[in-house]
C-alpha cells in the first residue's frame, strides 16, 4: 500500500545535539512537507520541497535544516541552533499543485529534549 | 501572514446531534479548503475538501464555503462518539499551489 513512513515514531534529544527525522513515501508525489504542532496549535510549516533537489523555507524554519536528493525521501535534521525543539513533527506529501488538493500525512516524529 | 481562524472549543455535543465548526480565512486569493480531523496522538486525515461556493456533501459531512464572507464551515450529522477529535481547517495560502495554512483546530466532544 502506498504511503508515508515517519520514522522513529518517539526521539529523545540532549541539549546540544542535533536529530535526523526520516520521511520516506511511496507515493510518486513531487512534493513533501515538515509541519511542526505543538500543543493546541495548528500546523506550521517548516521547509517544503516542490522537487529534488530543491527546497524553500517555510514560517518557521530557523533552526532546522532539510535535504531532497531522491524523490520519496525528506529529512529534516534538528539542529542545536533550534531552542524549543519538543513538539510533534509531521512530514506530507502531495501530487503537483498539492494545495490544490489536500495532503497526506505520515505517521509523525514525537521529539522530547532532555 | 495569512491567517486561518477557528474556535479552538471545546465543542460538546450529544450523540446524534448536529456539529457545527466553523472557519474564517484572511487571503481572499485562497481557492481550495480542505477539513481535516485528528484524533489525540495521531497525525491529520484529509475528510473534506471543497473549492466552490455553497455546500459539498459526503455521508455524514457536509462543507459550506462562501468565499464573499471569507468563511467555510463543517457540519456532521447524526454525530457519534467516534466523531470526537480536533478538526483542523486548512487553506491554500499566499498564492501558492502547494502550501495550506491550518487553523489552531476546533476539539469537538461526542457525548454518549
Known amino acids: 500500500d502506498g504511503g508515508i513512513t515517519q520514522s522513529p515514531k518517539y526521539l529523545f534529544r540532549k541539549e546540544g545535539q542535533n536529530v535526523t527525522l526520516s520521511c520516506e513515501q511511496n507515493?510518486?508525489?513531487?512534493?513533501m512537507y515538515w509541519y511542526r504542532q505543538d500543543p493546541g496549535q495548528g500546523l506550521r510549516l517548516i521547509y517544503y520541497?516542490?522537487?529534488?533537489?530543491?527546497?524553500q523555507k517555510g514560517d518557521i524554519a530557523e533552526g532546522y535544516s532539510v535535504s531532497r536528493e531522491k524523490k520519496e525521501s525528506f529529512p529534516l535534521t534538528v539542529t542545536s541552533a533550534q531552542k524549543n525543539p519538543t513538539a510533534f513533527y509531521l512530514c506530507?506529501?502531495?501530487?503537483?499543485?498539492?494545495?490544490?488538493?489536500?495532503?497526506?500525512f505520515g505517521s509523525g516524529t514525537r521529539l522530547t529534549v532532555v | 501572514q495569512k491567517e486561518v481562524e477557528q474556535n479552538s472549543g471545546p465543542l460538546s455535543v450529544p450523540e446524534g446531534a448536529i456539529a457545527s465548526l466553523n472557519c474564517t480565512y484572511s487571503?481572499?486569493?485562497?481557492?481550495?479548503f480542505f477539513w481535516y480531523r485528528q484524533y489525540s496522538g495521531k497525525s491529520p486525515e484529509l475528510i473534506m475538501s471543497i473549492y466552490s461556493n455553497g455546500d459539498k456533501e459526503d455521508g455524514r459531512f457536509t462543507a459550506q464555503l462562501n468565499k464573499a464572507s471569507q468563511y467555510v464551515s463543517l457540519l456532521i450529522r447524526d454525530s457519534q462518539p467516534s466523531d470526537s477529535a480536533t478538526y483542523l481547517c486548512a487553506v491554500n495560502s499566499g498564492g501558492s499551489n502547494y502550501k495550506l495554512t491550518f487553523g489552531k483546530g476546533t476539539l469537538l466532544t461526542v457525548n454518549p
Open positions: 520541497s516542490q522537487i529534488v533537489n530543491d527546497f
Open positions: 506530507a506529501s502531495s501530487t503537483p499543485g498539492g494545495a490544490n488538493y489536500g495532503y497526506t
Open positions: 487571503d481572499r486569493g485562497s481557492q481550495s
Open positions: 507515493l510518486n508525489h513531487d512534493a
